[in-house]
C-alpha cells in the first residue's frame, strides 16, 4: 500500500506533463489550481506533519526543524536563481526536484507506523499539488523550444527521483526514534512552507489576483475534509 500510495503521488507528475505538453491549459485554470492545491497542502502539513511532531516529540523538536527546513529551501532556492540560472538545464532540474522531494520526504516519513489511509490529506494535496505544478512546468519547459519528449522524459525521470525519495526516507528511518523523526518531519515539513511562500502562492496570486484567495480558503477545507473522510 505505502508503494501504491508513492506511485499514485508521482505519477500525477507524469499526467501533468503530458498534460501541460500534449493538452490545453488556461493560466487563469492553473493559477487557480495551484492556490488549491497550496491551501489543501499547508493544512495537511501542519495536521500530518507538524502536531504529530509536536505530540510525539516537543515544540522544541518541531520549531527546530521547521526552522531548519525553511532555511534550507531558501538557501537551495537561493543558488538555483542566482548561480545556477532557473533556466539553464541543471537549474530547471534542481527547480523541479526542490520543491518535490521535501514533500515525499514527508509523505515516506509519515507513512512510518500509519496506514495510507492515515495520511490521505497528505497524499491527496501532494497529489493535487504535483498536477498543475508538472503541467505549468512542462508548458513552459516547452515553449522555452525543448523537446517534448526530453521534457516528459525529464519529468518521468523527476517522478523516479521523488517516488525514491518517499521510499528511502520511509525504509531508512523506520526505526529512528521519535524525536529524530520529529525533526525531520519538520524539516520537510519547514521546506515545503518556504516552497509555498516562495512559489506556489505567488504564482496563483500573479495568475488570479481575484479568486486566489478563494482557492486557496478551498483547499484548507478539501485538506480538512480528506482529513476527516480518513478518520485523521
Known sequence: ???????????????GAAWG????????????????????LLLSLVTE??????????????????????????????????????????????????????????????????TPAEVAALAGSIFLSNLPEAAGGARDMARQNYPKAQVFWL??????????????GNLMLDEASEHVLAVIRCIAAGAVVASLATEVFPKAYRSDMHLAGVATALGVVLAFLLGSVSGA
Open 1 to 15: 500500500m505505502t508503494l501504491l500510495v508513492v506511485a499514485v503521488v508521482s505519477g500525477a507528475l507524469l499526467a
Open 21 to 40: 505538453l500534449f493538452g490545453r491549459l488556461n493560466e487563469t485554470l492553473e493559477g487557480l489550481l495551484v492556490a488549491l492545491a497550496g491551501g489543501a
Open 49 to 114: 506533519l507538524i502536531e504529530p511532531s509536536i505530540e510525539r516529540s516537543s515544540v522544541g523538536a518541531a520549531t527546530l526543524g521547521v526552522a531548519i527546513g525553511s532555511l534550507l529551501f531558501a538557501g537551495a532556492d537561493y543558488l538555483i536563481d542566482e548561480k545556477w540560472g532557473a533556466n539553464s538545464g541543471g537549474g530547471l532540474l534542481a527547480a523541479i526536484t526542490l520543491d518535490g522531494v521535501p514533500e515525499n520526504l514527508a509523505l515516506g516519513v509519515a507513512l512510518i507506523g500509519a
Open 155 to 168: 519529468w518521468a525521470g523527476t517522478a523516479l527521483l521523488l517516488s525514491a525519495a518517499a521510499i528511502v
